[in-house]
């Protein structure tokens, strides 16, 4: 088991960058591929990223390639999601999650963080 702990949230004007960090407990962190989902008001959870065990394979929702990194320090149990040229439409709270598989579906992870809310305004 796993638990996880998300920081890094704010409010940031649009153009701006906010690194997401998603802490987890136990040695176990290595062993589970990570990711980044997000929920807006009045909206269904949705896919932003994920990221393998190693960290060798990455996957981006397409809302956000080329804008958005994710990456991880397995030493340091830590997951991490680098946001550029933010946009209004970012705005959410964001969620990490950690999955034996390597899947974009919220159904396939099986242990989650709090969110922490990011604010982008025009």
């Known amino acids: 088991q796993v638990q996880l702990v998300e920081s890094g949230g704010g409010l940031v004007q649009a153009g701006g960058s906010l690194r997401l960090s998603c802490a987890a407990s136990?040695?176990?962190?290595?062993?589970?591929?990570m990711g980044w989902f997000r929920q807006a008001p009045g909206k269904g959870r949705e896919f932003v990223a994920t990221?393998?065990?190693?960290?060798?394979?990455?996957y981006y929702a397409d809302s956000v390639k080329g804008r958005f990194t994710i990456f991880r320090d397995n030493a340091r149990y830590t997951m991490y999601l680098q946001m550029n040229s933010l946009k209004p439409e970012d705005t959410a709270v964001y969620y990490c999650a950690a999955s034996s598989r390597f899947v974009t579906s919220s159904l396939g992870y099986d242990y989650w963080g709090q969110g922490t809310q990011v604010t982008v305004s025009s």
């Open positions: 136990g040695r176990t962190f290595s062993s589970y591929h």
């Open positions: 990221i393998s065990w190693s960290g060798d394979s990455t």
